[in-house]
Protein backbone atom coordinates (compact mmCIF):
# COMPACT_ATOMS: atom_id res chain seq x y z
CA UNK A 1 0.00 0.00 0.00
CA UNK A 2 1.24 3.15 -1.19
CA UNK A 3 2.21 5.98 1.79
CA UNK A 4 -0.29 9.15 2.94
CA UNK A 5 2.42 11.57 1.34
CA UNK A 6 1.39 13.89 3.80
CA UNK A 7 2.12 11.71 6.71
CA UNK A 8 4.86 9.59 5.06
CA UNK A 9 8.37 10.73 6.23
CA UNK A 10 9.79 13.30 5.07
CA UNK A 11 12.95 12.41 2.84
CA UNK A 12 16.23 13.92 1.62
CA UNK A 13 15.86 15.68 -1.86
CA UNK A 14 17.74 14.62 -4.57
CA UNK A 15 21.32 15.63 -4.91
CA UNK A 16 22.24 18.50 -6.99
CA UNK A 17 18.65 19.73 -7.17
CA UNK A 18 17.38 23.50 -6.70
CA UNK A 19 16.59 24.23 -2.91
CA UNK A 20 12.59 26.19 -3.29
CA UNK A 21 11.91 28.33 -0.64
CA UNK A 22 9.31 27.08 2.60
CA UNK A 23 6.19 28.03 2.88
CA UNK A 24 6.98 30.19 5.46
CA UNK A 25 9.77 31.68 4.18
CA UNK A 26 8.12 32.57 0.61
CA UNK A 27 5.03 34.36 2.65
CA UNK A 28 8.46 36.52 4.45
CA UNK A 29 9.92 36.98 0.80
CA UNK A 30 7.13 38.07 -1.11
CA UNK A 31 6.06 40.65 1.60
CA UNK A 32 9.65 42.14 2.25
CA UNK A 33 9.83 42.45 -1.79
CA UNK A 34 6.35 44.50 -1.90
CA UNK A 35 8.15 46.93 0.72
CA UNK A 36 10.71 47.10 -1.49
CA UNK A 37 13.43 45.54 0.83
CA UNK A 38 15.92 42.43 0.64
CA UNK A 39 17.05 43.69 4.14
CA UNK A 40 15.16 41.11 7.06
CA UNK A 41 12.60 43.37 9.20
CA UNK A 42 11.38 39.91 11.07
CA UNK A 43 15.11 40.09 12.31
CA UNK A 44 16.59 37.67 14.92
CA UNK A 45 15.26 34.57 17.07
CA UNK A 46 18.36 35.86 19.61
CA UNK A 47 19.43 34.42 22.56
CA UNK A 48 21.88 35.69 25.31
CA UNK A 49 23.62 33.20 28.17
CA UNK A 50 26.25 34.60 30.54
CA UNK A 51 29.14 31.70 31.37
CA UNK A 52 30.70 32.29 34.95
CA UNK A 53 34.17 30.11 34.49
CA UNK A 54 37.09 29.49 32.37
CA UNK A 55 35.90 29.57 28.90
CA UNK A 56 37.82 28.13 26.25
CA UNK A 57 37.18 30.57 23.45
CA UNK A 58 38.66 28.09 20.58
CA UNK A 59 36.87 25.21 21.61
CA UNK A 60 33.79 27.05 21.64
CA UNK A 61 34.36 28.62 18.20
CA UNK A 62 35.20 25.06 17.22
CA UNK A 63 31.82 23.95 18.68
CA UNK A 64 29.53 26.75 17.14
CA UNK A 65 31.70 25.66 13.53
CA UNK A 66 30.66 21.95 13.72
CA UNK A 67 27.06 22.67 14.47
CA UNK A 68 27.13 24.66 11.59
CA UNK A 69 27.73 22.69 9.39
CA UNK A 70 25.43 20.22 10.44
CA UNK A 71 22.83 22.25 9.78
CA UNK A 72 21.94 23.76 6.29
CA UNK A 73 19.78 26.23 7.52
CA UNK A 74 22.34 28.14 8.86
CA UNK A 75 24.70 28.52 5.96
CA UNK A 76 21.42 29.53 3.86
CA UNK A 77 20.55 32.64 1.69
CA UNK A 78 17.98 33.81 -0.87
CA UNK A 79 19.27 33.22 -4.18
CA UNK A 80 17.47 33.54 -7.64
CA UNK A 81 17.66 31.61 -10.79
CA UNK A 82 15.66 32.44 -13.95
CA UNK A 83 13.90 35.04 -11.36
CA UNK A 84 12.56 31.83 -9.58
CA UNK A 85 13.83 32.82 -5.72
CA UNK A 86 15.44 29.78 -4.00
CA UNK A 87 17.69 28.62 -1.31
CA UNK A 88 21.18 28.46 -2.05
CA UNK A 89 23.11 26.95 1.00
CA UNK A 90 26.92 27.17 1.44
CA UNK A 91 29.42 24.24 1.52
CA UNK A 92 31.62 26.42 3.95
CA UNK A 93 30.80 27.70 7.21
CA UNK A 94 29.82 30.78 6.67
CA UNK A 95 28.76 32.91 9.44
CA UNK A 96 29.73 35.86 11.58
CA UNK A 97 31.51 34.79 15.13
CA UNK A 98 32.53 38.50 16.31
CA UNK A 99 34.52 39.14 19.61
CA UNK A 100 34.35 42.36 22.26
CA UNK A 101 36.54 42.50 24.94
CA UNK A 102 35.47 44.67 27.89
CA UNK A 103 37.52 43.47 31.01
CA UNK A 104 39.58 46.38 31.02
CA UNK A 105 36.62 48.83 31.66
CA UNK A 106 35.10 49.06 35.47
CA UNK A 107 32.70 46.39 35.99
CA UNK A 108 29.54 49.31 36.14
CA UNK A 109 30.26 50.58 32.54
CA UNK A 110 31.22 47.10 30.82
CA UNK A 111 27.62 45.72 32.35
CA UNK A 112 25.94 48.86 30.41
CA UNK A 113 28.37 48.46 27.19
CA UNK A 114 27.54 44.56 26.90
CA UNK A 115 24.00 45.33 26.82
CA UNK A 116 24.47 47.71 23.99
CA UNK A 117 26.94 46.09 22.58
CA UNK A 118 24.28 43.21 22.08
CA UNK A 119 21.55 45.30 21.51
CA UNK A 120 23.04 46.73 18.19
CA UNK A 121 23.96 43.20 17.31
CA UNK A 122 21.12 42.10 17.13
CA UNK A 123 19.51 45.49 15.95
CA UNK A 124 22.09 44.91 12.58
CA UNK A 125 19.81 44.39 9.35
CA UNK A 126 20.55 42.12 7.45
CA UNK A 127 20.18 41.48 3.38
CA UNK A 128 19.26 38.08 2.74
CA UNK A 129 20.57 37.90 -0.54
CA UNK A 130 24.14 38.16 1.14
CA UNK A 131 23.54 36.73 4.71
CA UNK A 132 25.14 35.36 6.59
CA UNK A 133 21.60 34.75 8.41
CA UNK A 134 23.23 33.34 11.57
CA UNK A 135 25.71 35.42 13.95
CA UNK A 136 27.47 34.82 17.30
CA UNK A 137 28.92 37.24 19.55
CA UNK A 138 31.21 36.92 22.46
CA UNK A 139 31.61 39.82 25.07
CA UNK A 140 34.47 39.50 27.34
CA UNK A 141 33.46 40.83 31.10
CA UNK A 142 36.52 39.15 32.97
CA UNK A 143 38.97 36.26 33.05
CA UNK A 144 35.88 34.46 34.51
CA UNK A 145 32.73 35.67 33.10
CA UNK A 146 31.91 36.15 29.45
CA UNK A 147 28.63 37.05 27.91
CA UNK A 148 27.71 34.90 24.46
CA UNK A 149 24.57 35.85 21.99
CA UNK A 150 23.55 34.13 19.64
CA UNK A 151 21.29 35.58 16.55
CA UNK A 152 19.47 33.58 13.72
CA UNK A 153 17.15 35.32 11.21
CA UNK A 154 13.55 34.23 11.55
CA UNK A 155 13.53 33.27 7.95
CA UNK A 156 15.66 30.44 8.90
CA UNK A 157 14.60 29.80 12.54
CA UNK A 158 11.92 29.95 15.32
CA UNK A 159 11.71 29.58 18.80
CA UNK A 160 12.51 25.93 19.24
CA UNK A 161 15.45 26.11 16.52
CA UNK A 162 17.45 28.56 18.66
CA UNK A 163 17.00 26.03 21.72
CA UNK A 164 18.25 22.98 19.75
CA UNK A 165 20.98 25.46 18.54
CA UNK A 166 21.79 26.11 22.34
CA UNK A 167 21.52 22.56 23.23
CA UNK A 168 24.07 20.97 20.45
CA UNK A 169 26.53 23.74 20.49
CA UNK A 170 26.94 23.27 24.13
CA UNK A 171 26.63 19.47 23.56
CA UNK A 172 29.87 20.14 21.53
CA UNK A 173 31.68 21.84 23.33
CA UNK A 174 31.23 19.37 26.49
CA UNK A 175 32.94 16.69 24.38
CA UNK A 176 35.00 19.04 23.01
CA UNK A 177 36.54 20.23 26.33
CA UNK A 178 37.06 17.04 27.66
CA UNK A 179 39.31 16.12 24.53
CA UNK A 180 36.55 14.08 22.67
CA UNK A 181 35.64 14.15 19.10
CA UNK A 182 32.53 16.05 18.46
CA UNK A 183 30.30 13.34 17.33
CA UNK A 184 26.31 14.97 17.42
CA UNK A 185 24.21 12.55 16.53
CA UNK A 186 23.32 12.11 12.50
CA UNK A 187 20.17 14.39 11.26
CA UNK A 188 17.60 12.52 9.22
CA UNK A 189 17.27 14.98 7.19
CA UNK A 190 17.70 19.21 6.80
CA UNK A 191 15.46 22.07 6.27
CA UNK A 192 15.72 22.26 2.73
CA UNK A 193 14.52 18.86 2.37
CA UNK A 194 11.52 19.70 4.35
CA UNK A 195 11.10 22.85 1.56
CA UNK A 196 11.28 20.35 -1.06
CA UNK A 197 8.65 17.99 0.95
CA UNK A 198 6.26 20.96 1.25
CA UNK A 199 6.56 22.21 -2.66
CA UNK A 200 6.24 18.31 -3.69
CA UNK A 201 2.79 17.30 -1.51
CA UNK A 202 1.41 21.18 -2.18
CA UNK A 203 -0.99 19.94 -4.36
CA UNK A 204 -1.95 16.65 -2.68
CA UNK A 205 -3.05 18.88 0.58
CA UNK A 206 -4.61 21.28 -1.59
CA UNK A 207 -6.91 18.18 -3.23
CA UNK A 208 -7.09 16.37 0.63
CA UNK A 209 -7.63 20.09 3.44
CA UNK A 210 -7.96 23.39 1.13
CA UNK A 211 -11.98 22.35 1.27
CA UNK A 212 -11.83 22.17 5.35
CA UNK A 213 -10.66 25.47 5.43
CA UNK A 214 -12.39 27.46 3.00
CA UNK A 215 -15.60 26.18 4.63
CA UNK A 216 -14.39 26.93 8.19
CA UNK A 217 -13.03 30.75 7.61
CA UNK A 218 -14.82 31.93 4.46
CA UNK A 219 -17.28 33.88 6.55
CA UNK A 220 -14.70 34.26 9.78
CA UNK A 221 -15.21 37.70 10.94
CA UNK A 222 -12.45 40.39 10.95
CA UNK A 223 -11.86 42.54 13.78
CA UNK A 224 -13.42 45.67 12.46
CA UNK A 225 -13.50 47.54 16.00
CA UNK A 226 -11.49 48.17 18.64
CA UNK A 227 -11.68 47.12 22.52
CA UNK A 228 -14.89 48.32 24.20
CA UNK A 229 -13.53 51.36 24.67
CA UNK A 230 -13.07 52.22 21.30
CA UNK A 231 -9.27 54.28 21.90
CA UNK A 232 -8.47 53.37 18.24
CA UNK A 233 -11.67 54.51 15.72
CA UNK A 234 -12.68 52.38 13.35
CA UNK A 235 -11.12 50.88 10.20
CA UNK A 236 -9.20 47.33 10.28
CA UNK A 237 -5.68 47.72 11.09
CA UNK A 238 -2.77 45.35 11.00
CA UNK A 239 -1.00 46.35 14.17
CA UNK A 240 0.57 44.49 16.67
CA UNK A 241 1.20 44.38 20.31
CA UNK A 242 3.00 42.04 21.93
CA UNK A 243 2.06 41.60 25.57
CA UNK A 244 3.37 39.54 28.61
CA UNK A 245 1.03 37.60 31.07
CA UNK A 246 3.51 36.11 33.87
CA UNK A 247 2.31 32.75 34.99
CA UNK A 248 3.21 32.28 38.63
CA UNK A 249 5.08 28.47 39.22
CA UNK A 250 1.99 27.80 41.96
CA UNK A 251 -0.53 28.98 39.14
CA UNK A 252 1.09 26.69 36.56
CA UNK A 253 0.58 23.61 38.87
CA UNK A 254 -2.86 24.84 39.38
CA UNK A 255 -3.27 24.87 35.79
CA UNK A 256 -1.41 21.19 35.32
CA UNK A 257 -4.45 20.26 37.75
CA UNK A 258 -7.07 21.71 35.61
CA UNK A 259 -5.72 20.00 32.26
CA UNK A 260 -5.15 16.42 34.06
CA UNK A 261 -8.80 16.58 35.54
CA UNK A 262 -10.35 17.27 32.01
CA UNK A 263 -7.74 15.57 30.11
CA UNK A 264 -6.35 17.81 28.37
CA UNK A 265 -3.56 19.56 27.41
CA UNK A 266 -2.30 22.57 29.74
CA UNK A 267 -2.12 24.98 26.41
CA UNK A 268 -5.76 24.51 26.39
CA UNK A 269 -6.99 25.26 29.73
CA UNK A 270 -5.03 28.86 29.09
CA UNK A 271 -6.51 29.31 25.68
CA UNK A 272 -9.70 28.92 26.98
CA UNK A 273 -9.78 31.66 29.91
CA UNK A 274 -7.78 33.57 27.13
CA UNK A 275 -10.47 32.99 24.60
CA UNK A 276 -13.09 33.99 27.19
CA UNK A 277 -11.00 37.17 27.93
CA UNK A 278 -10.69 38.85 24.55
CA UNK A 279 -14.26 38.24 24.00
CA UNK A 280 -14.94 39.98 26.83
CA UNK A 281 -12.45 42.61 26.15
CA UNK A 282 -13.68 42.99 22.23
CA UNK A 283 -17.19 42.44 23.07
CA UNK A 284 -17.46 39.14 20.72
CA UNK A 285 -18.50 36.08 20.37
CA UNK A 286 -17.03 35.01 17.15
CA UNK A 287 -13.21 34.52 17.78
CA UNK A 288 -10.34 33.47 15.28
CA UNK A 289 -7.37 32.28 17.47
CA UNK A 290 -3.44 31.67 15.69
CA UNK A 291 -2.84 29.19 18.13
CA UNK A 292 1.14 29.33 17.30
CA UNK A 293 2.65 25.27 16.97
CA UNK A 294 6.12 24.37 16.59
CA UNK A 295 5.29 23.08 13.79
CA UNK A 296 7.05 19.24 14.29
CA UNK A 297 4.07 17.18 15.61
CA UNK A 298 3.42 14.34 13.59
CA UNK A 299 6.82 13.98 11.84
CA UNK A 300 9.73 12.96 14.33
CA UNK A 301 11.75 13.54 11.55
CA UNK A 302 11.86 17.21 12.55
CA UNK A 303 12.38 17.04 15.92
CA UNK A 304 16.19 18.13 15.64
CA UNK A 305 16.03 20.42 12.87
CA UNK A 306 16.72 24.03 12.80
CA UNK A 307 14.63 25.77 10.92
CA UNK A 308 11.60 28.46 10.11
CA UNK A 309 8.61 25.41 11.24
CA UNK A 310 6.68 27.17 13.25
CA UNK A 311 3.06 27.93 12.06
CA UNK A 312 0.16 28.97 13.44
CA UNK A 313 -3.20 26.72 13.80
CA UNK A 314 -6.17 28.90 12.82
CA UNK A 315 -8.90 28.13 15.66
CA UNK A 316 -12.26 29.43 15.26
CA UNK A 317 -14.42 30.24 18.61
CA UNK A 318 -17.99 30.52 19.15
CA UNK A 319 -19.05 31.54 22.60
CA UNK A 320 -23.09 30.23 22.61
CA UNK A 321 -24.86 31.50 25.16
CA UNK A 322 -25.59 29.21 28.39
CA UNK A 323 -21.39 28.13 27.73
CA UNK A 324 -19.31 27.76 31.11
CA UNK A 325 -15.83 27.10 30.92
CA UNK A 326 -15.89 23.57 30.12
CA UNK A 327 -18.14 23.71 27.71
CA UNK A 328 -15.69 26.27 25.89
CA UNK A 329 -12.99 23.72 26.72
CA UNK A 330 -14.95 20.81 25.16
CA UNK A 331 -15.66 23.00 21.91
CA UNK A 332 -12.07 24.28 21.94
CA UNK A 333 -10.84 20.51 22.19
CA UNK A 334 -12.58 19.84 18.99
CA UNK A 335 -11.72 23.06 16.75
CA UNK A 336 -7.92 22.04 17.64
CA UNK A 337 -8.59 18.23 16.60
CA UNK A 338 -9.84 19.13 13.52
CA UNK A 339 -7.61 21.91 12.92
CA UNK A 340 -4.94 20.04 13.91
CA UNK A 341 -5.74 17.08 11.30
CA UNK A 342 -6.24 19.15 8.52
CA UNK A 343 -2.86 21.18 9.63
CA UNK A 344 -1.60 23.31 6.86
CA UNK A 345 2.09 23.96 7.76
CA UNK A 346 1.29 27.40 7.04
CA UNK A 347 -0.78 27.27 4.02
CA UNK A 348 -3.88 28.61 5.33
CA UNK A 349 -2.13 32.25 5.11
CA UNK A 350 -2.13 31.48 1.14
CA UNK A 351 -5.63 30.87 0.63
CA UNK A 352 -7.05 33.81 3.13
CA UNK A 353 -3.66 36.48 2.97
CA UNK A 354 -6.04 39.20 5.10
CA UNK A 355 -7.51 37.21 7.49
CA UNK A 356 -4.53 35.40 9.31
CA UNK A 357 -5.53 35.13 12.73
CA UNK A 358 -7.06 38.07 14.17
CA UNK A 359 -5.49 36.99 18.26
CA UNK A 360 -2.19 35.58 18.05
CA UNK A 361 -1.92 33.29 20.92
CA UNK A 362 2.03 32.41 21.01
CA UNK A 363 2.53 28.87 22.88
CA UNK A 364 5.33 27.66 21.64
CA UNK A 365 6.68 31.38 22.30
CA UNK A 366 5.66 30.45 25.56
CA UNK A 367 8.45 27.83 25.71
CA UNK A 368 11.47 30.20 25.31
CA UNK A 369 9.93 33.98 26.51
CA UNK A 370 10.35 35.44 29.63
CA UNK A 371 8.89 38.80 30.98
CA UNK A 372 12.48 39.40 33.05
CA UNK A 373 13.81 38.86 30.12
CA UNK A 374 12.88 42.08 28.55
CA UNK A 375 12.06 41.01 24.98
CA UNK A 376 10.66 43.56 22.92
CA UNK A 377 8.88 43.37 19.31
CA UNK A 378 8.39 45.89 16.71
CA UNK A 379 6.46 44.62 13.87
CA UNK A 380 5.78 40.73 14.01
CA UNK A 381 8.42 38.97 16.00
CA UNK A 382 11.90 41.34 15.83
CA UNK A 383 13.23 40.44 19.07
CA UNK A 384 15.53 42.18 21.09
CA UNK A 385 17.66 41.41 24.20
CA UNK A 386 17.74 43.66 27.10
CA UNK A 387 19.22 41.38 29.73
CA UNK A 388 21.19 38.15 29.96
CA UNK A 389 20.92 35.37 31.83
CA UNK A 390 21.33 31.71 31.80
CA UNK A 391 19.23 30.34 28.96
CA UNK A 392 16.21 28.17 29.47
CA UNK A 393 15.83 30.57 32.91
CA UNK A 394 13.81 30.62 36.20
CA UNK A 395 11.47 33.42 36.48
CA UNK A 396 14.14 35.52 38.33
CA UNK A 397 17.80 36.23 36.14
CA UNK A 398 20.43 33.62 36.98
CA UNK A 399 23.82 32.62 36.20
CA UNK A 400 25.01 29.13 35.29
CA UNK A 401 28.40 27.63 35.37
CA UNK A 402 29.73 26.44 31.79
CA UNK A 403 27.93 23.61 30.49
CA UNK A 404 24.58 22.08 29.19
CA UNK A 405 21.74 24.37 29.83
CA UNK A 406 18.47 22.57 31.34
CA UNK A 407 15.81 21.85 29.51
CA UNK A 408 13.11 24.43 29.32
CA UNK A 409 9.95 24.24 32.04
CA UNK A 410 6.81 22.02 31.04
CA UNK A 411 4.80 24.40 31.67
CA UNK A 412 5.96 28.03 30.11
CA UNK A 413 6.45 31.10 32.20
CA UNK A 414 4.52 33.54 30.18
CA UNK A 415 1.90 33.72 27.86
CA UNK A 416 2.91 35.70 24.33
CA UNK A 417 -0.49 37.67 23.02
CA UNK A 418 -0.38 39.61 19.74
CA UNK A 419 -3.68 41.17 19.19
CA UNK A 420 -3.37 41.87 15.35
CA UNK A 421 -5.62 44.97 15.61
CA UNK A 422 -4.99 46.66 18.73
CA UNK A 423 -3.47 49.99 18.79
CA UNK A 424 -4.91 50.83 22.05
CA UNK A 425 -2.86 47.99 23.62
CA UNK A 426 0.26 49.36 22.46
CA UNK A 427 0.50 51.38 26.08
CA UNK A 428 0.36 50.51 29.36
CA UNK A 429 -3.36 51.60 30.71
CA UNK A 430 -4.69 49.83 28.65
CA UNK A 431 -2.69 46.52 28.54
CA UNK A 432 -2.53 46.29 32.43
CA UNK A 433 -6.52 45.52 32.59
CA UNK A 434 -6.36 43.21 29.65
CA UNK A 435 -3.67 41.46 31.91
CA UNK A 436 -6.02 41.64 34.48
CA UNK A 437 -9.07 40.65 32.91
CA UNK A 438 -7.18 37.80 31.69
CA UNK A 439 -5.26 36.54 35.33
CA UNK A 440 -9.53 37.18 36.73
CA UNK A 441 -10.92 34.60 33.83
CA UNK A 442 -8.11 32.03 34.76
CA UNK A 443 -8.56 31.86 38.14
CA UNK A 444 -12.39 31.45 37.80
CA UNK A 445 -12.00 29.01 35.34
CA UNK A 446 -9.66 26.83 38.10
CA UNK A 447 -12.14 27.39 40.93
CA UNK A 448 -14.78 26.25 38.70
CA UNK A 449 -14.80 24.93 35.35
CA UNK A 450 -18.91 25.21 35.15
CA UNK A 451 -18.63 28.78 35.68
CA UNK A 452 -21.13 30.11 33.29
CA UNK A 453 -19.23 32.85 31.32
CA UNK A 454 -21.60 35.46 31.49
CA UNK A 455 -20.95 35.34 35.18
CA UNK A 456 -17.58 35.86 34.27
CA UNK A 457 -18.02 38.51 32.03
CA UNK A 458 -19.94 40.30 34.79
CA UNK A 459 -17.31 39.61 36.99
CA UNK A 460 -14.27 41.09 34.86
CA UNK A 461 -16.31 44.10 34.24
CA UNK A 462 -17.00 44.65 37.86
CA UNK A 463 -13.26 43.90 38.67
CA UNK A 464 -11.58 45.26 35.90
CA UNK A 465 -9.91 48.45 36.92
CA UNK A 466 -10.13 47.78 40.72
Known sequence: MELDPLRAPVRPRPPGSHVPLSVNQRQLWEGMLKRGTRLSEMKMVALSVRLCGSLHVHLLKKSVECVVLRHESLRTRVASIDGTFIQYISPLANYRFEEIDLSSQPACNSEAQARKCAQEFVDTKIDLTIGPLFEA?????????????????????????????????????????????????????????FAAWQERTNDTWRERHEPYWRQRLNDAPLLQTSSKDGLTGGGYLRERSLLYFSISASLRVRISEVARRERTLPSLVLLTAYAVAMSYWYRRRDLLVAFVSHGRHGHPELENMIGHLASPLYLR???????????????????????????????????FPELCGELSF???????????????????????VHDYEIWPGDQQPSRARIGVPRSPPKIPTVILSQPIRAGDLHV???????????MLSLEMFIASPFTPLETAFNHCEANEYK
Open 362 to 384: HWAATEWGNKNRRYMTINHGLLK
Open 428 to 438: PEASEPLMKIL
Open 317 to 351: LEIAEGDTYRDLLSRLIGEFRRAESHKDFGRVADL
Open 137 to 193: LLVKLGSQEHVLVFAIDHFVSDGVSILILNREIWAAYDQAVNCQEIALPPLPIQFAD
